[in-house]
């Protein structure tokens, strides 16, 4: 499960049970050790996991994971476990949980707040984390950071 930008590229083996229809992805931030007791079937609601993708047919076992095009966030773990689906809707045993990192290795803007609305003097307040995963020996000092407005007329609508 290689990381790609703000992606994860996931894969899975085929399912050996031969009425298999299709799978579900689950994800969560965090590992959870879960392992499913005997005749625990599919991702029970208590392990925090969230189903991300559903699959129709038992030959699609790649997914990419870029959050439904918003991308996953830098310096977090990111957990998956798969589920095989069969004809009535039931699912099987969860695969074994699988985790991949998006190392920390650009600044993260972390909150925006208006300060002040006045069309002349207004004012926002912008914070960012640093970057703790920099590869320095890839990307050198000196560094800095570039911070763009871009100011909208009032006659345009923000729709």
């Known amino acids: 499960m290689p990381p790609l930008g ?4 996931l894969n899975w083996n085929r399912s ?7 799978y579900y992805l689950y994800r969560k931030e965090s590992e959870s050790g879960f392992v499913p007791g005997y005749c625990e079937t599919g991702v029970p609601g208590y392990t925090g996991f969230t189903r991300i993708a ?12 870029n959050n439904n095009g918003e991308g996953l ?16 809707g039931s699912e099987g045993y969860a695969s074994n949980e699988a985790c991949a990192y998006l ?22 307040y912008v914070a ?20 763009f407005r871009k100011i909208i007329p009032q006659d345009q609508s923000l729709n």
């Open 6 to 9: 703000t992606s994860i590229l």
């Open 103 to 124: 190392k920390n290795d650009l600044p993260i803007i972390t909150n925006v707040s208006v300060e002040s609305t006045d069309v002349q003097n207004g004012s926002m």
């Open 73 to 88: 966030i830098h310096g977090i773990n990111y957990c998956y476990l798969a589920t095989a689906v069969f004809p009535d």
């Open 128 to 147: 960012w984390s640093k970057p703790s995963e920099l590869d320095t020996i890839q990307f050198p000092k000196p560094y800095e950071y570039q911070l």
């Open 16 to 22: 050996e049970c031969p009425n298999a229809v299709g």
């Open 54 to 65: 559903e699959f129709q047919g038992i030959d699609d076992t790649l997914y990419t994971d």
